[in-house]
């Protein structure tokens, strides 16, 4: 694997966090009512990540709490990450 390559994929991997920890929070903000939208809380995770260059995967909800994954891809080459946003463990 050349340098670029590598460097490609650590920036997809990146990107694909970036994606997914917001993804999580427009869930969680729009299932806790923090924020309103004209869309349910999976399709706000949705909006974000297509919105960060990457396709959300899976979106789970429960309670107030959100749980994404999604996928980057760049010349061929795929990340996937997870992320989970909600109000903090008592």
Known sequence: MSGTALAAGVVTAQR???AA??????AADVASGAIRA????????A????????EL???DLD?????????SAYSGL????????GPPNR
């Open 21 to 26: 920890d917001a993804a999580a929070l427009a």
């Open 47 to 54: 909006l974000v990540a297509r919105a960060a260059g990457s």
């Open 38 to 45: 004209e869309v349910d809380a999976c399709a706000s995770a």
């Open 57 to 59: 995967g899976v979106c």
């Open 78 to 85: 795929v990340a996937v990450a997870r992320a989970r946003a």
């Open 16 to 18: 694909a966090a970036g």
């Open 63 to 71: 309670g107030l709490t959100a749980t994404v994954e999604v996928r």
